[in-house]
């Protein structure tokens, strides 16, 4: 009867346990960024000359092992690498060209729009806030590029 009754309470609680709802684990910023994200908008901020190029034409592929990739139209594939920060008191991202030349910037990650403000030049400074810079800094809006679904 004891071993019944142990059975029946054991049962139960497996029961209950399977059918609680698994809470989903948060997806962290170094999986939600991975993808290709294409340039809407290039901000240098009032006043500051705009170079006479189509950004909409720029994507940005950013790989799980921290590579990165950038494509423009018909010219030819610059590699790079990343390297985020997320625990930083305003989230940190660095953008490595491969000569070797980093960019340091801050980044909003929400949803399917990527924000980041990057400062450039030999003696760059990590941006402290989404504001514009001129052309030193701009802050780059990028919405993800959904993937086409392929036809069997």
Known sequence: MRFA???AVLLATLVGVSAAPVPKAKA?????IVGTWQVEN???GPGAPVPPIDFKQINLAFKTDGKLAMTM???PRKEGAYKLDPAAKVKAIDMTEANGRVSPGI???DGDTLKI????GA???RPTEMKPGGMRGAVVTLKRVKEEKKEK
């Open 73 to 75: 139209g018909d010219m």
């Open 42 to 44: 290039f901000d240098f």
């Open 107 to 109: 980044y909003e990650l």
């Open 5 to 7: 009754l142990a059975s």
């Open 117 to 120: 403000c990057i400062a450039e």
């Open 28 to 32: 962290k910023d170094e999986e939600l």
């Open 123 to 125: 003696d760059a400074v």
